[in-house]
C-alpha cells in the first residue's frame, strides 16, 4: 500500500495534509494520538472516502475508483462496538461472510473457521450481547477475517480491554500477520503495543506522516549494551572501566556505550561478568525505542 501527498480536509478540520507513506508486507502500525487522522485513512484505504488531494494504491489499485474490489479483499474492525446484541456470533460471522459472496454452506464453514481462529470456538453460538468486551472484540476481528481476506484493517482492537485481554488480542493478531499470512494494519495511539507486534510502523502527527518504515530500520544500530546482575555491580563495571569501557550503573543494571561493533562489546560484558564471576540476569543490546523515535521526529 502506498500513499502520497494525501489530503482530507472536514469541514475546517485538516485530518490529512499532504501524508506520504508506504506500508509493507506483515503487520504495520498506524499510530498518532486522538485525531490524528488514522480512521480517516483507514475509510480512505477502504474507496469509502475520497482525498482532496493526493494518491492513494492499495493491493494494486486505486479504492477512489475501485472500492469493491478493494473492499472484497480486505478486512475491516472497525474502532467503535456496532455487533448486534441478540445475534449469535456465529449467525453475524456467517452473514458477513454471505455479503461477500459466499454461497450459504461455504459462509457457514467459513464462520465457525473465522471463529476458532479467535479463539471463540466454544462460544460461537452465544448471543454476542451476552459477551464480554474482550469477546466483542474478537467477534469483530471474525467478522473481519470471514471473507478470508489478504490485507487486515484493525481500528483500536485493544480498546477496552485488560492487560491479560490485551496481550492474548496482540499476540492473536501477530499470529494472524505470520501463521496465516494475512498483512494487518493496526491502528493504535499506543507506542508499547505497536512497538510490541508490529514490522513497520507509520506514524501520524498533525495530518502527516512524521516517521515511517521497517521497525528495524527506524530504530537504527544498537548503540548500547545492557547487563543486569545479581550482584557485583561495581566489581564488574570497574573490570570494562580499567579497560576503556565507558559504563553507567544504576542499580543492578550496568549499561556499556558500543564501540567497534555490539558482538564486540557484548563479549566484552560478558567476559568482565564472568572475570568477576558475578551471577548474570540478562544481557542485551540497547535499541532506540519506537517512543524515543515519535519524540525525536515530532518534536
Ligand atoms: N466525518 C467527519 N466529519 C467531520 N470531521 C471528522 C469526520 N471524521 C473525522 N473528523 C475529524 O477529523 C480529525 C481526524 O479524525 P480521525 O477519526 O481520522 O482521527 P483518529 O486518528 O482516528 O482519532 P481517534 O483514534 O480518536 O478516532 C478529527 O479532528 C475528527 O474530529
Given at each position: 500500500m502506498r500513499g502520497h501527498g494525501i489530503t482530507k480536509t472536514w469541514g475546517t478540520t485538516h485530518a490529512l495534509d499532504g501524508a506520504t507513506f508506504s506500508i509493507g508486507r506483515g503487520v504495520t502500525?498506524?499510530?498518532g494520538s486522538n485525531g490524528a487522522g488514522k480512521t480517516t485513512l483507514l475509510g480512505m484505504v477502504l474507496g469509502l472516502h475520497r482525498a482532496d488531494a493526493g494518491t492513494l494504491e492499495v493491493l494494486g489499485l486505486d479504492p477512489a475508483s475501485a472500492g469493491p474490489e478493494i473492499r472484497a479483499r480486505i478486512g475491516y474492525s472497525p474502532e467503535h462496538h456496532m455487533l448486534p446484541p441478540d445475534m449469535r456470533a456465529h449467525d453475524l460471522v456467517r452473514h458477513i461472510a454471505e455479503i461477500h459472496g459466499l454461497p450459504k454452506?461455504?459462509?457457514t464453514t467459513r464462520a465457525s473457521d473465522a471463529l476458532w481462529q479467535v479463539g471463540l470456538g466454544e462460544e460461537r453460538f452465544r448471543a454476542i450481547g451476552t459477551m464480554s468486551t474482550g469477546q466483542r472484540q474478537r467477534v469483530k476481528l471474525a467478522q473481519a477475517l470471514a471473507h478470508d481476506p489478504s490485507l487486515l484493517l484493525l481500528d483500536e482492537p485493544t480498546d477496552g480491554l485488560d492487560p491479560v485481554q490485551r496481550d492474548d488480542m496482540l499476540a492473536l493478531i501477530r499470529r494472524i500477520g505470520t501463521e496465516f499470512g494475512i498483512d494487518v494494519v493496526l491502528s493504535s495511539h499506543l507506542l508499547e503495543e505497536v512497538e510490541r507486534i508490529c514490522d513497520g510502523v507509520v506514524?501520524?502527527?498533525?495530518?502527516?506522516?512524521?516517521?515511517?518504515?521497517r521497525l528495524e530500520e527506524l530504530r537504527g544500530d544498537s548503540t548500547g549494551v545492557v547487563a543486569v546482575v545479581e550482584s557485583?555491580?561495581?566489581?564488574?563495571a570497574a573490570q570494562l572501566r580499567d579497560v576503556g569501557w565507558d559504563v553507567e550503573v544504576e542499580g543492578t543494571q550496568i549499561a556499556v556505550e558500543v564501540r567497534g561493533d555490539v558482538d564486540l562489546t557484548l563479549d566484552a560484558v560478558r567476559d568482565a561478568?564472568?572475570?568477576?564471576?558475578?551471577p548474570l540476569r540478562s544481557l542485551a543490546p540497547r535499541r532506540v525505542s519506537l517512543e524515543q523515535i515519535f519524540l525525536r521526529e515530532a518534536g
Open positions: 502500525g498506524l499510530l454452506r461455504a459462509a506514524i501520524l502527527g498533525g495530518g502527516r506522516v512524521v516517521a515511517s518504515g557485583d555491580v561495581e566489581a564488574v561478568i564472568a572475570n568477576v564471576g558475578a
